[in-house]
């Protein structure tokens, strides 16, 4: 059974703060992992995708991947209101399988 | 462009209709998917097509049948939906190369919102 757990939501963060999301997962052999942000009513939009230990970064977005912990994590740095959204953690095997995580919604205070 | 499209964006359909969701990409992809999406909850996997042949199937009900009649379309037919069938429908691509590239990244398209009555 494949599960990926996120830290519960939902969080709150005044505009300009930093924003930490967490995920957990139980496949060892997971492969790739991705963070989606979905606002409501829209579809999952790609944020970060990061295959390797250690953090990948891009823009105001710096991913964060521990493989031997089983653990992922996605900073938002300069938080804004256009960041509000639902932001969900993916992994993926060797398979086409995307296994998602329940999803952390977050809220940006302006 | 990274623009998978779906059609139609709303559906409304009673227990006893038939109709189709439609799905496409022009990116090249060999990989299309089926999620559906039910409110406050994550997409859950339903079909998974590779090469246009089917590959994942994961124990979705006979009442729904995709249909994939070329590299570029997928299409979700469905028959005899129950009300709890109601829920965003998200359509998937990725590249899926030869060799089993496991940096496959999946785009999603906008949806199409299902409600059965």
């Known amino acids: 059974q494949k599960e990926v757990e996120q830290n519960s939501g939902p969080l709150s963060v005044p505009e300009g703060a930093i924003a930490s999301l967490n995920c957990t997962y139980s496949?060892?052999?997971?492969?790739?992992f991705f963070w989606y942000r979905q606002y409501s009513g829209k579809s999952p939009e790609l944020i970060m995708s990061?295959?390797?230990?250690g953090d990948k970064e891009d823009g105001r977005f710096t991913a964060q991947l521990n493989k031997a912990s089983q653990y992922v994590s996605l900073l938002i740095r300069d938080s804004q209101p256009s960041d509000s959204a639902t932001y969900l953690c993916?992994?993926?095997?060797?398979?086409?399988?995307?296994?998602f995580g329940t999803g952390t919604r977050l809220t940006v205070i302006p | 462009d990274t623009e998978v499209t779906q059609t139609p964006k709303h559906l409304v359909m009673g227990m006893t209709n038939k109709k189709s969701l439609k799905c496409e990409q022009h990116?090249?992809?060999?990989?299309m998917y089926w999620y559906k999406q039910k409110a406050k909850k994550p997409p859950e996997l339903m079909f998974v097509?590779?090469?246009?042949?089917?590959?994942i199937n994961e124990s979705v009900p006979s009442r729904f049948s995709p249909e994939c009649p070329n590299s570029s379309l997928l299409n979700l037919h469905l028959h005899a939906l129950q009300p709890e069938d109601s829920a965003l429908y998200l359509c998937?691509?990725?590249?899926?190369?030869?060799?089993?590239?496991?940096?496959?990244?999946?785009?999603f398209g906008p949806g199409t919102r299902l409600t059965v009555l």
């Open positions: 998937a691509s990725s590249q899926d190369r030869a060799g089993g590239r496991f940096t496959d990244t999946q785009y």
């Open positions: 496949d060892r052999v997971s492969q790739s």
């Open positions: 990061i295959y390797s230990n």
């Open positions: 993916a992994f993926r095997t060797g398979a086409n399988n995307l296994f």
């Open positions: 990116m090249g992809h060999r990989a």
């Open positions: 097509y590779s090469y246009e042949k089917l590959s």
